[in-house]
Each structure stands twice: as structure tokens, then as C-alpha cells.
């Protein structure tokens, strides 16, 4: 039996999808009755308290699972270098979230070669501080060669299937046996909604992994009703 992560991309619910989630409590405990993951990206542009965390882990059912993004400062501006202060610090945030943390991901700069030294220390040091599922979404075409391939796989970290696909055409080749796929939008990155063809060909594939399918299609509303669709066609 297979086990789909189904989330989106924040816990906003907007006044059309209302409906579709419980009247009362927070934005989160509302969607968290309603779906079983949500990933973080605020944590890519700021930091959040420890405590923070530890709310957001409390405000959730105990089968629901936490996605948080790396930081920005570690995978942007310091380009996996000279990380470990860093990593350190957003450890001690996150790794509040306890059994509720499911996966840490990481997105790298379109720009941001492969270099070997500089993934294989960021990925010992991840597993150093996390006992979860680890993503890694890069957008060159070295992260996605026959070596890159070799290294994801010896360090036990999920290739991100990503649509539209960045550095390669696609389709994304897997390297775990768990899928992480996120879903930004097409043809307007971020904005477009999918239609039901493209929902139902998702489906057919979830179906056949354990995988989390995320939307991040959230900047005018379109994810919460893709994920909702998506759901639906799940459970038929």
C-alpha cells in the first residue's frame, strides 16, 4: 500500500475554498483536518523561533507531516559553503517540529553548478541533524548527469520532480525509492492552475509510490484547489 504526502505549499486557505475545510481554529488546523502535509517556505527567506515550531507541531493531527525548505543564507548566498554554523542554527528551529518533521528540502540556485565536495559535506551534516526524508530540487544541468545521479543516491537524498522541470528536460529521474514531486504551475510558473487531464495523469502515478505531491502553484489561489481536486480524485 502506498502512501501519498498531499499538501501544499502553506496552510492559506482562501474565502473560495473555504468550504472545504472546517470552520473553526487557524488557517493550519483547519487545513491539517483536511490534508496530511503542508511544506514550509517562509523558512527559505527568515528564520522562525524554535517556538514557533513547536506551536505549529501542536496545532496538527500526529499522523501529519512537516516539509520545511533549507535557508536561503545556506543554499543561495553562501552556496553550500562554510555552512555549518548556519545548518546549525536553522537545526535547532526546525528540528522542533519532533515526529512531525517528514522532510527537509533543498532548492538550489539555477545557477549553482555541481560541486561534488561542497553537496557531499551539505548532505553528511543534513543527516547529522535530521532523521527524516531529505529532497534536494536543482535546477543545473551537472545536477542532473550520470555523477549527480550517483551522489543523491549514496547520500540517500530524493531527487525533486518538479514541473515545470529546471536543468533538464525531464522527466526527472528519481534516486530514492520515496518521491518528493512539487507542482509550480504551467504555463505561468506559480500562477497557472492544472486542468483535470494533467490531475488525473498525477494521480495515476502517486499510485503507484510512496510520494509527497506538493502545489506551489500559490501565488493567485490555484493550489488549495488543485490539491483538493487531486485528493478527490484519490479517493475514488
Known amino acids: 500500500m502506498t502512501l501519498t504526502r498531499l499538501g501544499c505549499a502553506g496552510w492559506s486557505i482562501n474565502r473560495e475554498a ?11 488546523e483547519r487545513y491539517a ?3 496530511n502535509a503542508v511544506e514550509i517556505n517562509s523558512s527559505f527567506y527568515r ?3 524554535a517556538k514557533t515550531y513547536e506551536r505549529w507541531a501542536d496545532s496538527v493531527p500526529d499522523d501529519f507531516r512537516f516539509a520545511v525548505k533549507l535557508p536561503r543564507s545556506i543554499t543561495h548566498d553562501a552556496r553550500l559553503n562554510d555552512i555549518d554554523a548556519l545548518l546549525g542554527r ?3 528551529e ?4 519532533g515526529a512531525k518533521l517528514g522532510c527537509i528540502l533543498v532548492q538550489l540556485p539555477p545557477s549553482l553548478t555541481l560541486d561534488a565536495a561542497a553537496a557531499q559535506h551539505l548532505f553528511e551534516r543534513l543527516h547529522i541533524h535530521f532523521n527524516c526524508m531529505l529532497a534536494c530540487e536543482a535546477r543545473h544541468a551537472t545536477w542532473f548527469s550520470d555523477a549527480a545521479t550517483a551522489l543523491l543516491q549514496q547520500h540517500r537524498i530524493t531527487r525533486v520532480i518538479a514541473d515545470p522541470p529546471a536543468g533538464q528536460a525531464g522527466p526527472h529521474v528519481p534516486t530514492t525509492e520515496q518521491a518528493y514531486v512539487r507542482l509550480h504551475g504551467s504555463p505561468k510558473i506559480y500562477y497557472s492552475a492544472y486542468d483535470e487531464a494533467y490531475l488525473q495523469q498525477v494521480a495515476q502515478w502517486l499510485a503507484a509510490r510512496d510520494c509527497w505531491c506538493i502545489f ?4 493567485a489561489g ?5 490539491t483538493l481536486a487531486l485528493q478527490t480524485m484519490q479517493q475514488r
Do not use: K
Open 18 to 28: 473555504a468550504a472545504s475545510f472546517p470552520a473553526h481554529g487557524s488557517h493550519l
Open 222 to 226: 490555484a493550489a488549495i484547489h488543485n
Open 216 to 219: 506551489d502553484n500559490t501565488a
Open 90 to 92: 536553522f537545526a535547532g
Open 94 to 97: 526546525a528540528g522542533t517540529l
Open 47 to 49: 528564520p522562525h523561533q
Open 33 to 35: 483536518r483536511v490534508f
